[in-house]
């Protein structure tokens, strides 16, 4: 479970393109208990941002580095027990933990280069 913060605002991650629409790509920061790990996903030119971590049992998404996506790429899945989560917001749709979101990371694009926002979400955890 991914329990430290985000690294520091202005942190670049990848330039946009780097990422293919659709396609996805898993970041690790850190190590032991500072570890912090998340995902770029892009479609239709947007970048969403989350970390890799699921509600169900907070274990990572990918099961193969930087397999976040479907096969047919239009949802995000976890290789563990196949929930499927929309890209634009993170909800569970279908699986153990319907209903319930992917933690979010701000992210934003600044001079071409997707980086860490300054403010981060509140999290969902309990
Ligand atoms: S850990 Fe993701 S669906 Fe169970």
């Not at 479609?43 to 509600?55: F, I, Q, R, S």
């Not at 099961?63 to 290789?79: M, Q, S």
């Not at 634009?88 to 979010?104: A, I, K, V």
Request: glycine residues 8%; proline residues 9%.
């Amino acid at each position: 479970m991914t329990e430290s913060v985000a690294p520091p605002p202005g942190t670049v991650l990848c330039k946009p393109d780097a990422l293919d629409d659709p396609g996805a790509k898993g970041f690790t920061f850190g190590h032991g208990a500072d570890r912090f790990d998340m995902f770029l996903v892009r479609k239709d030119g947007a970048v969403h941002a989350y970390l890799n971590e699921c509600p169900h049992a907070h274990a990572r998404l990918d099961n193969w580095p930087d397999k976040f996506l479907t096969l047919d790429e239009t949802r995000i899945v976890c290789g563990v027990h196949a929930a499927l989560f929309e890209i634009e917001s993170g909800l569970c749709t279908s699986g153990p933990c319907t209903g319930r979101r992917l933690t979010p990371v701000a992210v934003e694009v600044i001079d071409g280069e997707v980086r860490i926002a300054a403010s981060q979400p509140a999290t969902n955890r309990p």
